[in-house]
């Protein structure tokens, strides 16, 4: 039927963030082996601990195999064709943001992430990390006041390595998969979070990732650990420009929490997702893990993931402390011929620990969006709970959409409950809604934003507005 | 016979309509003229045509018009997409509404009769002006304010998305509403505050047409002309004493007509 083929049509929007910047960086040769690695640590000034660290890990990576199980089919990546560092060329040491590189502000601004002092966002801490390394982390002084530390976790490697010595690869040790051994071997920057005990973080702390190069991967590493009674809500954008090839992104993000802490962390993905053809686009292959170490501590994630042409992504809870809470909210939408395998994992370990899902996908195009996620209920997790509500949302009739819940309990005393639904954009109801003077268009972004709701409930308010216009500019189109 | 001597222009003219949906023919060259304050019942068997018409008229998709006009205000809409048809004051109460998850009604509401209103070049109401619209409304059809804040049509009895439908013909304020068995489902109390509706909001400028089953509704609201469908067409019209007969005969009585054209 004719509307079939224009709801097709309605999910193309040109891609906004897709700009290069034309900056002259420093570039490092394309390969990877210990040479490369002790390279970027020199670069880096590290200490010996985490150069050994990232030896441990290239070793270990080496004797890994690229995981399949996701069956997420694209070209096999050549991890010797990639550059594992390159920054932009900028003054040996910045003091201010008056020295960064005006080319690199203007960027920012482009992005709406504003970082001079006039015309910075007024109520959220931001770290701009470009390429491989962070630009500039605005509110430190402010942060400070309350002992908050929110930099660049290179620097944090320099003034804080105790810090990073004792929780660096303890959620996701490099061991833990393929592309979480590849972070820890080579990973070059991204956010370092401490609030100290009985804080709540004044403001909200936010990272912007931006790929600008386009045959240097993106690695980033990020650590947030909540000290007892604090709390924090973290978030996080991510874009890049367009490119014919593409781009890997293998990020790892760790979270602890101890008692009585709680973390909020939010995404806004919208990494460059190919063209419709489904060339060029990022691959991203995230591993997020956070530590609910202590008693009723809490971790929650919300992700908006629109972007990238791959996305294999967990952001994951481990419940270890008693009455401990996990949640995850996600909304996937994939369009053309991107792929999203998503979901999470509640791993309950510690007694009464309680853990929420709700995810919602929506696939057009000819696009493939899974669910995939495991709730696990160990021996010791008496009276443990899990709610999970995994929704899909089809557009058109060439979208897939697929819900893999895994769900293992040894433990009788708990309960787990699982509900699934699938839906389709129908005929009727976009009819019905414009036959009350609502354009085609619109209706399909209500409709979707409506399908969205719980999750978006969840996100940050300012958040929330801009991934509802997220999401309704890329179903927004040529109709007719 | 209703076309001649007539003050105005007619609101809606249906020119010897005829539509198919995947090929197979529905309507086979309907013709009617709506003219300001009157009232048009169409009756007849299920599958005879009558809820295609009025999708027809507000442009669904799924039809297509294999000959014939529909003009509004003189102006043929045959091309027109249905929300364009809607902006311009053609309002179609449906049947069975359809249910949005997630939308809330009174969004939904909001952005329809913004929708509208721009249209008429009227200032387009904020979350505080329409809320003050809607109470007014909402009398109308004597619906609670908290409707508002479900998701459209979600979870609503038959008769609450009824009035629904009514609500949002009183926001709207069409120059031609076509109600598709709005009194279908309805228990009498429903079925009085519904026509009450439907006659507080009509007057001297509006065409209504309904599509009804039963005489009930037509107690309520008298109209001028009662058409009765079979197969695609018209093959009756009357005044509204012809519904009386309609109810006492049967469609049986009806199938005569047929064989004599």
Known sequence: ?480 | MQSQMKESDPILEVENLSASTDNLPILKGVSLAVYPGEIHAIMGRNGCGKSTLSKIIAGHPSYNITNGDIKFLGENINSLEPEERAQSGIFLGFQYPIEIPGVSNLEFLRVSTNARRKFLNKEELDTFDFEELVKEKLEIVKMDHAFLSRSVNQGFSGGEKKRNEILQMALLEPKIAILDETDSGLDIDALRIVASGIKKISNSQTGIILITHYQRLLDEIKPNYVHVMSDGQIIKTGESDLALELEKKGYEWTDNFIKET
């Not at chain 1, 620097?155 to 979480?180: C, M, Q, R, W």
Request: glycine content about 6%; hydrophobic content about 35%.
């Open chain 1, 1 to 480: 039927m004719v509307k079939e083929n224009l709801v097709k049509d309605v999910v193309k929007e040109p891609y906004k963030y897709g700009f290069v910047t034309d900056i002259e960086t420093e570039k490092i040769e394309k390969g990877l082996n210990e040479d490369i690695i002790r390279l970027i640590s020199q670069k880096k000034e590290e200490p010996k601990f985490l150069l050994d660290f990232r030896l441990k890990a290239f070793k270990k990576w080496q004797k890994m195999k690229e995981p399949d199980w996701a069956g997420l089919g694209y070209e096999k990546i050549d991890y010797q064709d990639i550059i594992y560092y390159s920054a932009p060329k900028q003054k040996e040491k910045i003091s201010s943001l008056d020295e960064v590189d005006p080319k690199l502000l203007e960027t920012f601004d482009k992005l709406g992430i504003p970082l001079t002092e006039q015309k910075k966002l007024t109520n959220v801490a931001v770290d701009a990390v470009f390429d491989s390394v962070s630009i500039a982390t605005t509110f430190r002084e402010e942060l400070a006041e309350h002992g908050v530390i929110f930099c660049s976790i290179s620097e944090a490697v320099k003034n804080h390595a105790d810090l990073i010595e004792k929780y660096l690869g303890t959620v996701v040790p490099a061991s833990d998969n393929y592309f979480a051994a590849l972070n820890s071997a080579v990973f070059s920057d991204g956010s370092f979070v401490y609030i100290p005990k009985g804080v709540t973080c004044p403001m909200d702390l936010s990272s912007y990732f931006r790929i600008n190069s386009g045959d240097s991967g993106q690695f980033e590493r990020t650590l947030i650990i909540a000290e007892e009674s604090s709390s924090v809500s973290y978030l996080e954008g991510c874009t890049a420009p367009m490119f014919d090839t593409n781009t890997l992104h293998a990020a790892v993000v760790e979270l602890i929490a101890l008692d009585d802490a709680s973390i909020k962390y939010s995404t806004v993905q919208n990494w460059y997702a190919g063209d419709e053809k489904g060339i060029g686009g990022i691959f991203n292959f995230v591993t997020k893990r956070g530590k609910c170490l202590g008693k009723r501590s809490k971790i929650s994630w919300s992700q908006v993931e629109t972007g990238s042409a791959i996305t294999w992504k967990y952001p994951s809870c481990l419940l270890l402390g008693e009455e401990s809470v996990g949640e995850f909210y996600s909304v996937a939408l994939t369009n053309n011929l991107q792929q999203a395998d998503t979901g999470t994992k509640m791993i309950h370990i510690g007694p009464k620990t309680k853990s929420t899902i709700v995810s919602k996908g929506i696939s057009a195009g000819n696009s493939k969006n899974s669910y995939r996620g495991l709730v696990k209920i160990g021996t010791k997790a008496t009276g443990s709970r899990n709610y999970s509500q995994c929704d899909s949302m089809l557009i058109g009739d060439q979208a897939s959409a697929n819900t893999f819940p895994y769900i293992k309990s040894q433990q009788p005393n708990s309960e787990i409950e699982h509900e699934a639904s699938t839906c389709r954009i129908s005929e009727d109801q976009l009819f019905y809604l414009q036959s009350r003077g609502i354009e085609f268009e619109e209706a399909v972004s209500m409709m979707v934003s409506g399908f969205c709701r719980d999750v978006f409930n969840q996100l940050p308010m300012e958040f929330a507005a801009e991934a509802d216009k997220l999401l309704a500019l890329k179903l927004e189109g040529s109709v007719g």
